[in-house]
Structures are given as C-alpha cells and as structure tokens.
C-alpha cells in the first residue's frame, strides 16, 4: 500500500465513537491518508435518519477534523441516499489520490450479513480493503 494510497472510511458515525477515531488513526499509519464518509440516508438504516445531517457532519468534523493525514467528507450527507462502495470506488479513484482501499469490518468480508464475500484471512489488507476487527466481532481464522 505505502504512503500513495488512501482509505475511505464510510460509516453511519451516528455518533463517532472513540473507537472510530482510533480505527482512522491505525489506518493512516498503515495506508498514509483517510478519508472519512458519514453515509447519508440509509433505507436499510433506519438510524441515519434521527439525526439531522448537519449535526451528523458537525459531529464527524469534531471526532476527526484534527488528526493528521485524516479527512472528513461530508457531501454523501447532501444526497437523497447513500453512496455504495462502487460509486465511492469511482468518485475517488478519479481524484488522482493514489490507490483507493476501503475500510471495511473483518465480519464483513469473511461472512457478513449476505454470506462469505471471500475466504476468511488473517486481519489486515487483501484486495483493496482494509480490514478492521469490531469489539463485537471474533477475529477470522487465519
């Protein structure tokens, strides 16, 4: 990966944990830049809809505006729904930051809620994804 790629972090963050800010902060060390997405409105997320979305990115900007190599872009809560992770692969691909990864919770990539994208591998990065282990998830056998 090396310091020419950048993650894209997208998430509900309603709120940004401390846990969020963390997660950005080893991914930059790993990757070099972060760029944070707050999704907008989700029809499978009926949450993202309680909290007005310029609370949403005064929050966002709170929990990360001040970490280095980290950013905050705030435009998918502007739109009528959210940006899927190809959409988010296209818009970012064409800016000329370098290789585009995405972080993605490990849960989601040895077997989430659809079935297994993708034998289970040791916590890391694989195929343009960053993985993250979640508190809440065990960490895939590798």
Known sequence: MGSKATAIFGG???PPGLHHRHIAAEVREAVGRVTMVPCGPRPDKPS???VDPVHRAAMADLAFGNLDGVEVDLFDLEEPT???T???EQ???GLGIGEVWHVVGADKVAGGRRGTLGHPA???ARDGFVEVVTLHHDAPAG
């Open 12 to 14: 509900s963050f309603n």
């Open 48 to 50: 993202t809809d309680g």
């Open 82 to 84: 959210f940006t899927r």
């Open 86 to 88: 190809h959409a988010l």
């Open 91 to 93: 818009k970012y691909a």
């Open 122 to 124: 040791p916590v890391g």
